[in-house]
């Protein structure tokens, strides 16, 4: 990047530097202001651009597959659902695109402002722990906001349980960014152990099953993966599991939450209610009839919940109707109550609760083929480098298996998901990208 003044070196890489380092603090208050950041960084980084007619960033291979991902979107919104919501959606998911190209050059021309963006995610995260560990001991957290859920913890989040989600997805940015910028000598990266060990039994008291199963997601790749972070995560993962016996074992609300009620939402436990007086001479018949009893609840294991499971199941049969190009962005909440694919009241939503589905359902087999490219080319890559490993070569840097973790939590196909174009959830996912696309780049030179 060239730059003919102090001014315009502020106005088009100061100042949007600095709207990308506070970006995890706006992902606090909602989605306006870190959507409000993203675009116009993208605004200011397109007008850099035009004012020295220079389109070179744009010529990557991975910039055209996005270019490609959203013209389709664009053109199934406009043809196959033509609506205000579906269009709007679908033309401003450019500014994500033009994002990552964006950070990458700013990552490319100075790299200095990295340490201002992971400090600012280090404070969010130490405020957020203070602050959630209050809220769960006094019932309200330190404004005076009360728990919206008696057995949850949400801290400034309110009433929007997503607490355990923050935390769950900027953890592997956090910890990745921790050992890129600090020395083990560092006084500070031995407070930081302390809070990564915090921060795991925080997301657990959230009550969020899905981000604390991302977690530990998060945690075995980087473990398996890593060249010399594998007994500082194992350390971690292992202290931060001991103190959650350790609450659960006096408050056992948390565990009832993430396992028992998932054990029972998923029907795998079968209740046997027969008297324990029963005569002996019953036991045969008794035997025989949880026999039956086993084989027709067998039909009725449910997909993480019942209501999960029909609306997966309504999902697809809506799919099975619109093979190719889907029913439209958005428009899954116009046809799961559609007699034809509607399987019960709990078949609605917004969207289906999967990202993999909702694409196939929305987008039709096209727009999913984009998603599962995406995962395959990971699952590649993350696989030749552990065939590597056991060479003892490697393909990724410690930091990249770091940025890669927080990657596979947004491609993991099984697991419950919330809607794939929600603006809050792709600006998580955006600001991992640059850092890869950088340090690769630094790796190959």
Not at 396 to 419: A, Q
């Amino acid at each position: 990047m060239i730059f003919n003044s102090k001014l315009e070196k502020f106005f088009f890489f100061d100042f949007p530097v600095c709207l990308f380092s506070l970006i995890p603090f706006f992902l606090i208050t909602g989605p306006f202001l870190s959507d409000f950041a993203i675009s116009l960084i993208s605004v200011i980084f397109i007008t850099y651009c035009i004012n020295k007619k220079n389109f070179s960033y744009f010529k990557k291979k991975y910039f055209y597959y996005f270019l490609a991902f959203w013209l389709y979107l664009l053109l199934n919104s406009l043809i196959n659902n033509p609506n205000f919501d579906s269009i709007k959606i679908s033309l401003f998911f450019f500014r994500f695109g033009v994002f990552v190209i964006a950070i990458t050059a700013f990552l490319e021309f100075d790299i200095k402002f990295i340490k201002y963006f992971f400090y600012v995610i280090f404070l969010c995260f130490l405020v957020l722990i203070i602050d959630g560990f209050y809220q769960y001991f006094f019932d309200e957290n330190i404004i005076g906001m009360k728990k919206s859920n008696s057995f949850r913890v949400s801290s400034f989040f309110g009433n929007e349980l997503i607490l355990g989600s923050y935390l769950s997805r900027l953890w592997p940015i956090f910890f990745g960014l921790s050992i890129l910028i600090l020395n083990k000598k560092n006084k500070l990266f031995y407070f930081l152990i302390l809070i990564f060990i915090l921060s795991e039994v925080l997301i657990f008291l959230s009550g969020e099953r899905v981000s604390f199963f991302y977690i530990n997601l998060s945690a075995i790749f980087i473990i398996i993966l890593s060249n010399n972070l594998f007994k500082l995560r194992l350390v971690t993962m292992l202290c931060s599991l001991f103190i959650i016996v350790i609450i659960s074992y006096f408050n056992t609300s948390a565990k009832d939450r993430i396992i028992n009620k998932t054990i029972s939402q998923m029907n795998l436990v079968q209740k046997d209610n027969q008297k324990d007086n029963q005569k002996d001479n019953q036991k045969d018949n008794q035997k025989e009839n949880n026999k039956i009893k086993k084989i027709n609840n067998l039909k009725e294991i449910h997909i993480f919940t019942k209501q999960h499971t029909h609306m997966y199941i309504t999902a697809y049969r809506i799919y099975l109707d619109n093979k190719v190009f889907g029913i439209g962005v958005k428009n899954f909440r116009n046809l799961c109550d559609d007699p034809r694919y509607e399987l019960s009241k709990m078949s609605c939503s917004n969207h289906p609760h999967n990202s993999y589905l909702q694409l196939l359902t929305e987008t039709g087999i096209i727009g999913f083929a984009f998603l599962m490219i995406t995962f395959l080319y990971f699952c590649k890559y993350a696989i030749k480098h552990a065939i590597n490993k056991l060479g003892k070569k490697f393909f990724f840097t410690d930091f990249e298996v770091c940025i890669l973790s927080g990657i596979l939590i947004y491609l993991w196909p099984f697991v419950p998901t919330g809607n794939i174009f929600n603006n809050w959830l792709n600006i998580i996912i955006v600001l991992y990208v640059p850092f890869l696309i950088w340090s690769r780049k630094l790796s190959k030179s």
